[in-house]
């Protein structure tokens, strides 16, 4: 890919994503995640009202008028986004691939972040970690970020999920928020969510496309799985192997689903071929009401 090129896709990015991180994200990326704690920030003058237990006794005796303390929540966190850059992101069927949901994804949470002066930080994976940038504030290191998505050639042909996660739970000592965007076509990593979940805020962005579920009929069809790249012949044509595959497919994003909902993960399905954005506010104001 040419660097004009690259340029041209960041900065698309970056104005597409601007806007929604005004309008709507910004303020609902600081209510889904919460500071750290309260720190102390100034006295004022009591009001009519005022919590009595706020009261600063100290100022309060030296001036002769009660004052009350301050908090503000300590705001500033860490962002770690961890992207599965498989070779089964290269699917798409209508506006876009399954890579650039997850790219778009991920700019728009940067984006978010650092608005709300949160650091941000990058993973790369397939199976194997691909790279990893420490995190960092600033607009110039998002775009960094969202870069190094764009052009970064994996080394790796599978997905293993697992070794991404315990790779963060390694080095990360602080909590952080960690944002998981996958198709999760992968087994195995129950355990390390599990821990990751305990460790860390996590939340996992599940991207996909409906033709990965649906079939359409277009006669005998060769289908490539990208990661193994084995072939195989499918009648599409075949009312009952549309419905079968259809059939399995479902099944296996309801497991997906059961699995995140047993290990608390929250979640949300996003697919390459509708909007996203009620889907992710939903998620986010999900867990504004519950903290």
Request: charged content about 30%; some cysteine.
């Amino acid at each position: 890919m040419q660097s004009k090129e690259i340029f041209k896709k960041v900065r698309y990015l970056e104005i597409r994503t601007k806007g929604l991180v005004n309008n709507l994200f910004g303020g609902e990326y600081l209510s889904a995640f919460k500071g750290k704690g309260m720190a102390f920030s100034e006295v004022r003058p009591y009001y009519f009202g005022d919590d009595i237990r706020l009261i600063d006794w100290n100022v309060t005796a030296r001036s002769d008028e009660p004052y009350i303390k301050i908090f503000e929540e300590e705001r500033e966190q860490t962002l770690m986004l961890c992207v599965d850059i498989s070779p089964s992101g290269l699917f798409g069927s209508i506006n876009q691939r399954k890579k650039d949901l997850a790219t778009e994804l991920a700019a728009l949470l940067a984006f978010s972040a650092i608005k709300n002066n949160d650091k941000v930080g990058l993973l790369l994976y397939t199976d194997q970690i691909e790279l990893f940038i420490p995190a960092r504030k600033g607009k110039k290191h998002v775009l960094r970020l969202i870069r190094e998505i764009f052009t970064t050639k994996p080394k790796g042909t599978g997905t293993d999920t697992r070794t991404a996660l315990d790779y963060i739970n390694r080095i990360l000592r602080r909590r952080s928020i960690i944002t998981l965007i996958s198709d999760m076509q992968d087994e195995g990593y129950d355990k390390a969510l599990k821990v990751m979940n305990k460790k860390h805020d996590l939340i996992c962005l599940c991207v996909d496309d409906e033709m990965e579920t649906d079939l359409p009929n277009m006669g005998i069809v060769p289908l490539l799985d990208t990661e193994t790249k084995a072939y195989t012949l499918v009648d599409t044509s075949d009312k009952n192997v549309r419905k079968q595959y259809k059939a399995r497919r479902l099944r296996e994003k309801n497991e997906l689903r059961e699995r995140l909902t047993k290990l608390n993960v929250d979640h949300a399905m996003l697919y390459t071929n509708n909007s996203y954005i009620e889907s992710l506010i939903n998620l986010f104001q999900k867990r504004h009401n519950r903290y």
